[in-house]
T-cell receptor
Framework: QKEVEQNSGPLSVPEGAIASLNCTYSDRGSQSFFWYRQYSGKSPELIMF????GDKEDGRFTAQLNKASQYVSLLIRDSQPSDSATYLCALYHPGHGNKLVFGAGTILRVKS | DAMVIQNPRYQVTQFGKPVTLSCSQTLNHNVMYWYQQKSSQAPKLLFHYYDKDFNNEADTPDNFQSRRPNTSFCFLDIRSPGLGDAAMYLC??????????FGPGTRLTVL
């Protein structure tokens, strides 16, 4: 089982819809969770991080964490074509040599 | 604006010819990381510096070396690039082991 699992997609949503990106992880000791957006040929850009169970909102983005279910998600409201990118889920576990563990990413396509 | 800067943005080298990639940061972060990312794959951590302490990943080939002469700068040296080393090389920084911020990357081509 991979440490961080994401559906590779592509996930296609119409402009203005809510995009829901999901990530599951295997290690219950994971403490911090991050969502990065990566446009083709560019570097990852941090868009959200969450440490506690529940929801965290920042503009059109909401991160949701459920440690009991080992599940973290990213909701993008009012999706725009400019949101089309690969979204990487990453987590930090202190027993993993102080490094981020990345999922393989989900490709999001927002169609106008 | 505080940022992570990588130079060059694009690097072409010949098979076996040493190459050095550079990273600098104005965030005053104490941790600096080097990642390798190949197409459609997640970034792969090569090594990182926590302050002056070097931390190598077990599966990083000896062909890859790093230097951090001061807080702001970090270098990635590839001693004898092979065709399989063609990739995007990403530098990232963080304050302690918190959220990481990436530079724009260097695209390495090996001929």
């Amino acid at each position: 089982q991979k440490e961080v699992e994401q559906n590779s997609g592509p996930l296609s949503v119409p402009e203005g819809a809510i995009a829901s990106l999901n990530c599951t992880y295997s290690d219950r000791g994971s403490q911090s969770f991050f969502w990065y957006r990566q446009y083709s040929g560019k570097s990852p850009e941090l868009i959200m991080f969450i440490y506690s169970n529940g929801d965290k909102e920042d503009g059109r983005f909401t991160a949701q964490l459920n440690k009991a279910s080992q599940y973290v998600s990213l909701l993008i409201r009012d999706s725009q074509p400019s949101d089309s990118a690969t979204y990487l889920c990453a987590l930090y576990h202190p027993g993993h040599g102080n490094k981020l563990v990345f999922g393989a990413g989900t490709i999001l396509r927002v169609k106008s | 604006d505080a940022m992570v800067i990588q130079n060059p943005r694009y690097q072409v080298t010949q098979f076996g010819k040493p190459v050095t990639l550079s990273c600098s940061q104005t965030l005053n972060h104490n941790v600096m990381y080097w990642y390798q990312q190949k197409s459609s794959q997640a970034p792969k951590l090569l090594f990182h510096y926590y302050d002056k302490d070097f931390n190598n990943e077990a599966d990083t080939p000896d062909n890859f070396q790093s230097r951090r002469p001061n807080t702001s700068f970090c270098f990635l040296d590839i001693r004898s690039p092979g065709l399989g080393d063609a990739a995007m090389y990403l530098c990232a920084t963080s304050r302690d082991y918190n959220e990481q911020f990436f530079g724009p990357g260097t695209r390495l081509t090996v001929l």
